[in-house]
């Protein structure tokens, strides 16, 4: 699979999981499986498309639906669910090396978000949950640090938006 084909295909997979992820639907275990066997789906398509390795797919394609979830506004973000469809596409350009200045921003403060999000610990959140966190706890400064970077990614996003009108 190679050219626009290729990548149209890989887009309608990833925008169908992405639906699953944030879209209405009732939790459950079939939910969860054809999930699972969507992810595969799209994972060997990527694959395909870009004639790599499965594995260094799966992240891509891990990264690219976590960046999706972060973006739509059903799940928080600062895109309408129409914008989304046009930023994957903009996403997944950028992962097959056509760069583009706001998206390359977006994607640079996303990772800097994963790191940040990656260095707290799941403890802190279970506290932070139950309301058990000291004021002078330092973890809470990392978390000042990921919500002003969360607040960096949407505006990023928007700017990308208003571009693209």
Same mark, same amino acid.
């Given at each position: 699979?190679?050219?626009?084909?290729?990548?149209?295909?890989?887009?309608? =997979?990833?925008?169908?999981?992405?639906?699953?992820?944030?879209?209405?639907?009732?939790?459950?275990?079939?939910?969860?499986?054809?999930?699972?066997?969507?992810?595969?789906?799209?994972?060997?398509?990527?694959?395909?498309?870009?004639?790599? /390795?499965?594995?260094?797919?799966?992240?891509?394609?891990?990264? =690219?639906?976590?960046?999706?979830?972060?973006?739509?506004?059903?799940?928080?973000?600062? =895109?309408?669910?129409?914008?989304?469809?046009?930023?994957?596409?903009?996403?997944?350009?950028?992962?097959?090396?056509?760069?583009?200045?706001?998206?390359? /921003?977006?994607?640079?403060?996303?990772?800097?978000?994963?790191?940040?999000?990656?260095?707290?610990?799941?403890?802190?959140?279970?506290?932070?949950?139950?309301?058990?966190? /000291?004021?002078?706890?330092?973890? =809470?400064?990392?978390?000042?640090?990921?919500?002003?970077?969360?607040?960096?990614?949407?505006?990023?996003?928007?700017?990308?938006?208003?571009?693209?009108?």
């Amino acid at each position: 699979m190679t050219g626009a084909s290729g990548l149209d295909e890989f887009l309608a =997979l990833l925008l169908d999981q992405h639906e699953g992820a944030v879209g209405p639907g009732k939790a459950s275990l079939v939910r969860a499986l054809r999930r699972r066997e969507g992810d595969s789906r799209v994972t060997r398509s990527y694959a395909r498309m870009t004639d790599t /390795d499965r594995a260094s797919a799966r992240d891509i394609v891990g990264r =690219l639906g976590r960046h999706l979830r972060r973006i739509d506004r059903r799940s928080g973000g600062a =895109l309408h669910p129409e914008q989304v469809t046009w930023a994957a596409r903009a996403l997944v350009v950028q992962s097959l090396g056509v760069r583009d200045p706001l998206v390359g /921003d977006a994607e640079a403060v996303f990772d800097e978000m994963e790191a940040v999000r990656a260095s707290i610990p799941m403890r802190f959140w279970w506290r932070r949950a139950r309301g058990r966190v /000291d004021a002078d706890d330092p973890l =809470l400064a990392v978390e000042r640090d990921l919500e002003r970077l969360e607040d960096e990614h949407a505006a990023a996003w928007r700017r990308w938006a208003e571009r693209e009108g």
